[in-house]
């Protein structure tokens, strides 16, 4: 398997994104090399957090060598 390289932003208004593979990690993007990750069973495992401090409208960009995927998401403020 490629490399990949995850980035995102909010799309709805002003806000930050950010990714983390351990604690205290604040990354704008992240970037796993060829082979990284990659289970027995052919998935590839990428443990690590999404981070945003407000609701909103987000959208993450997956780039592999042969494509680009874009995933939106909504993230609700949880009741009290």
Do not use: K, S
């Not at 959208?59 to 995933?71: K, M, R, S, Y």
Request: aromatic share 8%; hydrophobic share 40%; glycine share 12%.
């Amino acid at each position: 398997l490629g490399p990949i390289l995850i980035r995102g932003a909010r799309i709805d208004a002003r806000g930050d994104m950010r990714f983390a593979r351990t604690t205290g990690d604040h990354q704008r993007e992240v970037y796993q090399r060829r082979g990284q990750g990659v289970q027995p069973n052919g998935w590839r495992a990428w443990p690590g957090l999404l981070m945003v401090r407000t609701p909103g409208c987000y959208a993450l960009q997956i780039d592999g060598p042969t494509f680009t995927e874009v995933i939106v998401i909504r993230v609700h403020r949880l009741a009290p």
